[in-house]
């Protein structure tokens, strides 16, 4: 159980009961004004156990009930504030589920005289490929071989029924310890599938089947907005540097938890692109309807078919990277790179990028799956270092240009699967403060793979030496100078600056994950993760 209220222990585990334990409720989400309910209810009479917001929703309906389930039900969802996915059965109705959500996901599964209901198809995806999407307040009555929905005012809805991909039911580990280290060894294959038909060799240049926007419309875009949260804002902030330095198109890139409590200002001509894994995520989906709110053009970048996201944007490209259990994002990240990659090409051939040059950046992307299974290749080499650095409690990753979000999304692997506190920072900006850290304590991870500024992270590099810090470099073959330096150095196949992220954030992927294996920690259920994060 992911707490939001409460300790993460037995007793504000789901599901909560009303007083008598006739009616016992799951929920997904947050419910703001529980405090002034629980109040009011227990003034009624009504016993808490747990310290959880969900408590209130069981006690809120029995308190309404009078033999009629689903009237009680509707009489108690619109004093719920908040955002909330719900199901709950009762001991008078034994042979039904009703399930609500406002502003949540909530997918229904339909399989073989059986029903499923979760916030996320991969939960169920292995038993039935049939889900009806239900939207805002909608209220499904389940039954295991019957399915109704009624709509706010009550009134009964034709549901529809989508088709899940066939490829979201491949969620089994295989002869893998964990799905993340399953999601890191699939990378050669989700990167080749992000690039699958989207290449035109003899233009250089990209196109996606899924985009309607026009010619023209892209053509009028000067100015690029990034919506995203944790590692797909990493790849949104990658993309930055790709669009401008390819397309010369400006970019900014924004947290989305923070822009949605913006006035922002949105320029005409500017496209906006929302970033998320799931498609699920509260956060990007409140910033997308702000900015919609104003009339601009937004593509999802998203792995989830049918999910919030893909349904409220204008249009979107898929990353067809297939489910990612594990609750770190990994083949996500890498994927969404390589969509954005393509991405940026297209914009920069629509402009002033020449044929040739084109065609080189296709090269580059072509050559990726087999220099991240170099990487992969190397794994046992990657383990023997992670295993002499897990007892460290800190750490830095540094890099410059392209491998500046790269730390940082490196630095995110560490601290959320390791629980080793970890900070990516831009080389250049250690002096300013943060170098007043390094001790023999501390060590480095050197992102080095940006030919462009090489020399410069060397400087920085030398100056944590002088701190006593020591330095794990993650460098091209061919890369001189860093012998003396470093005191490790995991060597990458070389690729050009722009798609160095990838074979680097593959080793950064791998450290992380054999430091948190040394150190004995839950790899693809971290504490305190959930990993769709549907509410604020
Ligand atoms: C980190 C991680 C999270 C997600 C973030 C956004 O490994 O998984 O930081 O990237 O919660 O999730 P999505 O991409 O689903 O919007």
Request: glycine content about 2%; aromatic content about 18%.
């Given at each position: 159980r992911w707490a939001t209220h409460g300790k993460p222990n037995k007793v504000n585990a789901h599901p909560h009961f009303d007083t008598h334990h006739t009616l016992a409720v799951v929920h997904n989400g947050i419910i703001e004004n529980h405090d002034a309910l629980r109040r009011d209810l227990k003034e009624k009479g009504a016993i808490f156990v747990s310290d959880t917001d969900t408590e209130v929703i069981a006690?809120?309906?029995?308190?309404?009930?009078?033999?009629?389930?689903?009237?009680?039900v509707q009489q108690a969802v619109p004093l719920l504030k908040g955002a909330f996915a719900i199901a709950l059965m009762h001991r008078e109705h034994p042979d039904q589920i009703i399930a609500i959500a406002h502003e949540t996901p909530l997918i229904v599964g339909i399989g073989q005289d059986e029903?499923?209901?979760?916030?996320?198809?991969?939960?169920?995806?292995?038993?039935?490929?049939?889900?009806?999407?239900l939207n805002n307040d909608e209220i499904a009555v389940i039954k295991a071989n019957k399915l109704d929905v009624y709509d706010v005012h009550n009134k009964p809805v034709a549901v529809e029924r989508h088709r899940i991909s066939e490829t979201s039911g491949d969620i089994a580990k295989g002869h893998f310890e964990t799905y993340t280290l399953k999601e890191i060894h699939e990378q050669p294959r989700s990167i080749h599938n992000a690039l699958l038909s989207r290449t035109v060799e003899d233009y250089g240049t990209a196109f996606f089947d899924e985009i309607d926007f026009d010619h023209n419309e892209l053509l009028a875009v000067k100015r690029i907005l990034i919506l995203a949260c944790g590692t797909s804002w990493h790849a949104g902030y990658v993309a930055s540097y790709l669009i401008e330095d390819m397309a010369r198109i400006p970019v900014q890139v924004e947290i989305s938890s923070e822009y949605r409590y913006k006035n922002p200002i949105v320029p005409p001509d500017t496209l906006v692109i929302a970033i998320s894994q799931s498609g699920e995520t509260a956060d990007t989906i409140a910033a997308v309807k702000e900015i919609k709110a104003k009339a601009a053009k937004v593509l999802a970048i998203c792995n989830v078919q049918g999910s919030t996201l893909t349904r409220e944007a204008d249009?979107?490209?898929?990353?067809?990277?297939g489910p990612e259990i594990g609750v770190c994002s990994t083949k996500a990240f890498t994927s969404q790179v390589v969509v954005l990659a393509l991405f940026s090409l297209m914009m920069a051939r629509m402009r002033h990028m020449s044929k040739q040059e084109g065609q080189a950046f296709l090269e580059g992307l072509q050559t990726l799956p087999e220099k991240v299974q170099q990487v992969l290749d190397n794994s046992y080499l990657i383990e023997e270092i992670a295993k002499k650095y897990a007892h460290y409690q800190n750490f830095f990753f540094l890099g410059r240009r392209y491998m500046y979000p790269t730390s940082l999304e490196g630095a995110l692997k560490l601290k959320e699967i390791s629980y080793i506190n970890a900070n990516g920072y831009p080389a250049g900006e250690m002096k300013h403060g943060p170098i007043a850290l390094i001790n023999e304590d501390c060590p480095t991870v050197a992102l080095c793979a940006n030919k462009f500024t090489f020399e410069k992270l060397l400087s920085n590099l030398m100056e944590i030496k002088a701190r006593n810090g020591k330095v794990i470099a993650i460098a091209e073959q061919d890369e001189k100078g860093l012998q003396n330096i470093a005191d490790e150095i995991i060597w990458i196949p070389p690729t050009i600056d722009e798609l160095a992220a990838i074979p680097s954030t593959i080793a950064t992927q791998l450290l992380a994950y054999y430091i948190a294996k040394e150190r004995g920690a839950d790899i693809d259920q971290p504490r305190n993760l959930a990993k769709s994060v549907t509410v604020e």
């Open positions: 006690h809120l309906i029995a308190d309404f009930y009078q033999g009629d389930l689903l009237k009680a029903t499923f209901i979760s916030s996320d198809a991969n939960a169920f995806s292995q038993y039935t490929k049939e889900v009806v999407y249009a979107c490209i898929f990353l067809r990277a």
